[in-house]
């Protein structure tokens, strides 16, 4: 199936996203947390990499997994960051060999401490050529590239980060997997401005449940979404865990139930490689999978 018809029926569909584990006692507690997960049936998964690439084959290792054990089709994420146009086509072909069935095409972070993206010598610069190399070979693999509801953190403004995404979509991107964000409205004004713009591939949100709010804190000033005031209220009522937790689920929730109520095409979790969580969302709004 490719990527994009899962989101061309009635159905919702339903994606995770993994990385990859640093240790065995890691990767034994990401299988575990996978077949929690998979009683939902999602529809696929897809696995990140280190920073620079640094865990490729990892990532692949991870993907092999995901369909061994559960029959799952996988999307294994790419950058052009350090790479090569050759080190990208290789790696493609690898990707191939794997059995991975779609790409999650990015231009990256830039390196630690950078602070500037710099493409290599003889490698790419935007993720948009990136789609393009994928298609100008032909290779038989969907494509998601990602969307910014709240603007990428490196644009100048909304419309140059739309026209960015633009051309990714003309490449030959298949659909848009959305940046975290804590806002639905957030979300809905990007589907708008997407229209506006001519992108009509599925615009995918990614959903976050909030476990621990100083690690949601980092994440969030990395990419520049923003907490609402209201649920920075309602997590500082209490310092505990357990309710930071709790207060974190029941937000999601009624995210992930507004956004299926007003027809997004699907939910993407960011499930952080535990299953916790997201269960207790996709339970609460009552959801059995395709």
Known sequence: MSLASF????RKALSFELFPPKTPAGDAALLANLRELSRFRPDFVTCTYGAGGSTRGKT???CRMVKREFGLPVASHLTVVGSTVDELRAYLDEAIEAGIDHLVALRGDPPAGSGKFEPVPGGLSYADQLVSLVREQGLPLG?????YPEVHQEAPDAATDLRNLKRKVDAGADIVLTQ???DNDDYFRFVDACERE?????IVPGILPIVDL????????LCRAKLPQRLLDRLGEHATPEWQQQVGIEHAT????????????GIHFYV??????TSKVLEAVDWHGS
């Open 7 to 10: 989101y061309l029926s009635h």
């Open 60 to 62: 692949l290792d991870v």
């Open 143 to 147: 494509i998601a590239v990602a969307g």
């Open 180 to 182: 975290l964000f804590y």
């Open 198 to 202: 001519g992108i009509t591939v599925p």
């Open 214 to 221: 100083a690690q949601v804190q980092r994440i969030t000033s």
């Open 254 to 265: 009624e995210q992930v139930r507004d956004l299926l109520e007003r027809d997004a095409p």
């Open 272 to 277: 952080l490689n535990k299953s916790q969580a």
